[in-house]
Nanobody, 118 residues
């Protein structure tokens, strides 16, 4: 099983980024899948998760700025991030779980760095 996140980079406040997570060895549609992030010196936190039942979850800090989606044909997970703020700076990870969205997922990919700065 391999999850590979990409799409990070440096943007100015108010900008947008689109993160992708390519999966191999598993079919994302069969798992709960989500995005998590860890900022320097801070604990990891959940950003968004798409459950096996189709329900989506977002961290309170998202406040309508991000959108999670899955492309079943390409077997990728996408996080569209708009109106980025400096406090969104972090390494973003994608993860998958057999059962349900949780803080401790079963599979983790390597992260992609997002830097929001003027």
């Amino acid at each position: 099983v391999q999850l590979q996140a990409s799409g990070g980079g440096s943007v100015q406040p108010g900008g947008s980024l689109r993160l992708s997570c390519a999966a191999s060895g598993l079919t994302l549609a069969d798992y709960a899948i989500g995005w998590y992030r860890q900022a320097p010196g801070k604990e990891r936190e959940g950003v968004s998760c798409l459950g096996r039942n189709g329900l989506t979850y977002y961290g309170d800090f998202v406040k309508g700025r991000f959108r999670i989606s899955r492309d079943n044909a390409k077997n990728i997970l996408v996080l569209q991030m708009n109106n980025l703020k400096p406090e969104d700076t972090a390494v973003y990870y994608c993860a998958a779980a057999v059962d349900h969205c949780a803080f401790d997922m079963d599979y983790w990919g390597k992260g992609t760095l997002v830097t929001v700065s003027s």
